[in-house]
T-cell receptor
């Protein structure tokens, strides 16, 4: 079945790089997404990558996609305390509806 | 409005009661999604509307859950005979069309006592 897996927790120091990893199962996914959720707030789309790409850079964010291993990562350069949040990886589910299948989320803790 | 809105923001009810949760999507968005997020988990898909019709309701856990979108805009998620296990944050998202970027509302936190 469809499944997205993430590590649950990551702690880094302010100014360091953070790397959040995700594995997914549906090789037919056309887009893969990273969402951010801050306490008490809704989900915010951070970035996405099309399945025919292997890298996408957007300011401090770099997404790497390894389709062979079905592995997605999000790198945040120069991590700030404001980056502390839960990060969700998501892929499109089966069928032609655009529904998203989310991982369980990685809590990023940034220490000053 | 500028974004997706959901009401109420919090709902506390007793086991066995009926509840309705409302979602106002972004104007012009034809696709609307409902997800449920339990504590410590990622959102789980419930149902997808394209216009007025439910194009995919495969995520609804059982027949106590039902959703409507009669005019292709506002949607209501209805839960009958609520159970404690229904306690979660219910999220609504809309997009211009299916497979486009989904914009999420702040959610309704449902607590069943």
């Amino acid at each position: 079945g469809e499944d997205v897996e993430q590590s649950l927790f990551l702690s880094v120091r302010e100014g360091d790089s953070s790397v959040i990893n995700c594995t997914y199962t549906d090789s037919s996914s056309t887009y893969l997404y990273w969402y951010k959720q801050e306490p008490g707030a809704g989900l915010q789309l951070l970035t996405y990558i099309f399945s025919n790409m292997d890298m996408k850079q957007d300011q401090r964010l770099t997404v790497l996609l390894n389709k062979k291993d079905k592995h997605l990562s999000l790198r945040i350069a120069d991590t700030q305390t404001g980056d502390s949040a839960i990060y969700f990886c998501a892929e499109h589910g089966s069928g032609n509806t655009g529904k998203l299948i989310f991982g369980q989320g990685t809590t990023l803790q940034v220490k000053p | 409005g500028a974004g997706v809105s959901q009401t109420p923001s919090n709902k506390v009810t007793e086991k066995g009661k009926y509840v309705e949760l409302r979602c106002d999507p972004i104007s012009g968005h034809t696709a609307l999604y409902w997800y449920r997020q339990s504590l410590g988990q990622g959102p789980e898909f419930l149902i997808y509307f394209q216009g007025t019709g439910a194009a995919d309701d495969s995520g609804l856990p059982n027949d106590r859950f039902f959703a409507v979108r009669p005019e292709g805009s506002v949607s209501t998620l209805k839960i009958q005979r609520t159970e404690r296990g229904d306690s979660a944050v219910y999220l609504c998202a809309s997009s211009f069309a299916g497979y486009n970027e989904q914009f999420f509302g702040p959610g309704t936190r449902l607590t069943v006592l």
